[in-house]
């Protein structure tokens, strides 16, 4: 619960930047519903972000998001194979959440004290 909450700290008042997917994946239903009881998931919803259902998504190279060749991501997962997140030709970038929130508002990998 704390990674959302860190991430919707970065992206409140912020917007995704154009061309730029920002998917937020809660681990859980009771996660998903103490989110949405803080407020988080509108936080998430007004900076241009896509709020899903608890799964595991790209992450496990699932459904909504999964990467094509050349794509780039920067995940806060913590698994980084070849192939795990979609093409193998893709590149996943491994942060924390603030690192992810603060990139998805810049388009580049940045540092959250750089907003």
């Known amino acids: 619960m704390d990674d959302l909450r860190i991430a919707a700290k970065v992206l409140d008042g912020r917007h995704v930047a154009k061309g730029i997917r920002c998917i937020i994946i809660p681990a859980t239903q009771a996660i998903y519903m103490q989110a949405m009881e803080e407020g988080l998931l509108k936080i998430f919803i007004q ?34 194979f070849v192939g795990r997140m979609g093409h193998v030709e893709s590149e996943i970038y491994l942060a924390s959440p603030a690192v992810a929130a603060a990139s998805a508002v810049t388009g580049k990998i940045s540092c959250p004290c750089q907003l």
């Open 47 to 80: 900076a241009g972000a896509v709020v899903s259902t608890p799964s595991c998504g790209p992450c496990l190279g699932g459904y909504m998001g999964i990467l094509a060749q050349g794509e780039r991501c920067v995940s806060t997962t913590n698994r980084n």
